[in-house]
């Protein structure tokens, strides 16, 4: 049996008949850009989340960047993000002319260790950004707690989280603001690069929207340096096609992670932990698993795909030697970086290629 890590040619099947008169309706008004269809899919996404304001962008890493700058994030200034996740978090703060400042994951649950968090603090920072590592919630009641109490904004990266809820609140409308990715293989995935931002606060919002628009907010109303940050028409109106089957989605994947868990459970692996108050929606179920390399290859000669999220933290990588970090700074960050094996998961899965996964994992773990 080949079990493919994610197969967005069958969720392309299903979504045939709503997808292709959605993308004609487009083609046929010829309306492309900041189109009715970016203005519905905002309202509606806003909806979702319970925000206040959503503003379409390009893609996940200029949310990032666009939401520290709206914070006043610049030369000078110091930013708390996870070491272990992907580079972007920390790349949007380096593209500002800011530092960076790594801290080291939960053990468990993988989002950012804010007892780590609290030795990192200086004079110079201004920000933290909390990931929702894989669908998982950070325990935003107590990064709330601890930006407040030091004067920090909260910037969340909600890229893998789409559908997370925290405490009955979706992720991204809890700190100042949320920063969303709907690449691919998203839980709410694209047909190409797309992203949005999230925030109750009208100025920011107002501030937001001018700048991925050439820093308009009406054709030649050109108040602030922007940029070119926006999702297309046809984007748009795939990601509408898709918000009608998001909550059923979620619900697939986390009824999936509940038959991994067992069937796991039941050969003696341990599953991934769930944090407390936090509704994971499960964009990545990974397990830890001794020999992480070996076992991936094993499971691909069994016809299972895998991915490891992710082979290097971000501390670690060429972009930031400069910094001169070794393991021992994130001890925890670095065992995950070594034992992560993401296993299949996608709406469509089946038991069977469930079973088959787990039983073949089993096998190459020796149980």
Known sequence: MKVPFLDLRTQYQ??????????????????????EDVRTFEKRFAEYTGSAHVINCANGSDALEMAFQALGIGPGDEVLVPAHTWLTTATAVNRLGA???????????????????????????????PVHIFGQSAPMDYVVAFARQRGLKIVEDCAQATGTTHRGRHVGTIGDIGCFSFYPGKNLGAYGDAGALTTQDDKLATYLRRLGNHGALAKYDNDIPGRNSRIDGLQ????????????????????????????????????????????????????RVPNRDQVRERLSAAGVETIVHYPKAVPFLGAYAYKKHTH???????????????LPMFP????????????????????
């Open 14 to 35: 299903f979504l045939k008949p709503e997808m292709a008169p959605a993308m004609e309706r487009v083609l046929e008004r010829a309306s492309f850009i900041l189109s």
């Open 99 to 129: 530092e960076p400042i790594f801290v080291d994951s939960h053990p468990d649950y993988y989002t950012l260790d804010l007892a780590d968090a609290a030795r990192k603090i200086s004079q110079r920072t201004k920000a933290i950004a």
């Open 236 to 287: 748009a109106a795939v990601l509408n096609v898709k918000l009608n089957h998001l909550s059923l989605w979620i619900k697939q994947r986390r009824a999936h992670a509940a038959r991994y868990d067992e069937l796991l459970k039941q050969r003696g692996i341990t599953p991934p932990a769930q944090a407390p108050d936090s509704a994971h929606s499960y964009h990545v179920y990974a397990v």
């Open 328 to 342: 021992d700074d994130f001890p925890n960050a670095v065992a995950h970086m070594n034992e992560m094996l993401s």
């Open 348 to 367: 469509e899965l089946t038991p069977e290629q469930q079973e088959y996964v787990v039983a073949q994992l089993a096998q190459a773990l020796g149980r």
